[in-house]
């Protein structure tokens, strides 16, 4: 059985968010979850995306998809949705647009081509929230404001001062824990968009085994919204400032939010262990 890193809303190896992915062409159905597990916790990056084809009909699913992280299932991901529709691209097993079934509800992802590829999510809700106990001294930096992204989401996205603040921000991730579900997401407008990215991200998810996610496409749906309504433009781009970085190019139509990024693969092997 095959498995692939894929470094996904990355144009060059080394950079964007690690994923991996294990296509299960000759399944129809996915392995137990223990197994799913396990692997995810030996690769042991954000996501493992595992995917097998489902029956070929018109506007109907092709493929089911679902996300590990090294200690959890998630309800939806972005970057590794990317990664999965790169390997389906790339391996000639799919063209054009996909259809993903997924525990967040049916995801559509198109290839372009520019090397680029589109996902399809559903926008994230956003709730103005008053500050939780602990919040500022969790990151030891003053905070703007605060909205919740849903349940879907499950994060606070957290406005600070400056593009400076987001990218020097330490926080203890203990704290971080007990303030949301998944986790906060910390957000400033960019300092100069003329380097080519309006606003600026960090993602920190120690509930989910991840101290800090490199690119993370299911915070864009929250991001894209906020930063769409205080810029007044529905087409953006993000920039997550983490140690690898990369860029989401975004775009809000109304319950839905476009995500647009390039993916590379890195690492392209067999996998022993096989259910």
């Known amino acids: ?28 159905r996915f392995p137990d979850d223990d197994w799913l597990q396990q692997v995810a916790a030996e690769v042991n990056l954000s996501e493992t995306a595992y995917a097998h084809p489902l ?82 001294a969790a990151f030891g930096v003053p905070v703007l404001a605060v909205r919740d992204t849903g349940p879907q989401v499950g994060d606070l996205l957290v406005e600070v001062a400056d593009e400076k603040t987001v990218r020097s921000v330490a926080p203890d991730l203990t704290a971080v824990a007990t303030l949301s579900r998944r986790g906060v997401i ?14 600026v991200s960090r993602c920190f998810f120690p509930n989910y085994g991840i101290d800090e996610d490199p690119v993370t496409g299911s915070a864009h749906t929250a991001l894209a919204p906020f930063w769409s309504e205080r810029l007044g433009r529905t087409r953006l781009t993000g920039l997550q400032a983490s140690a690898r ?31």
Request: some cysteine; glycine content about 10%; hydrophobic content about 40%.
């Open 1 to 28: 059985m095959r498995i692939r890193i894929v470094d996904a809303f990355a144009s060059r190896p080394f950079s964007g968010n690690p994923a991996g992915v294990v296509l299960l062409p000759g399944a129809d």
């Open 55 to 136: 029956t070929d009909a018109p506007d109907s699913p092709t493929w089911a998809l679902r996300w590990f992280t090294p200690t959890t299932e998630v309800d939806m991901c972005g970057h590794a949705t990317l990664a999965t529709a790169h390997v389906l691209h790339t391996t000639g097993t799919a063209t054009g647009t996909v259809r993903f079934a997924a525990r967040c509800g049916t995801l559509v992802t198109t290839a372009h081509e520019d090397g680029t590829t589109t996902l399809d999510f559903p926008t994230a809700p956003l709730t103005e929230t008053a500050p939780p106990s602990g919040l500022e």
């Open 186 to 199: 910390v957000t400033a407008a960019a300092e100069d968009p003329a380097r080519g990215y309006d606003f």
């Open 245 to 275: 970085s990369g860029l989401v190019h975004t775009e809000v139509r109304g319950e839905r939010t476009v995500l647009t990024g390039h993916a590379v693969t890195v690492i392209d092997g067999e996998l022993l262990a096989t259910p």
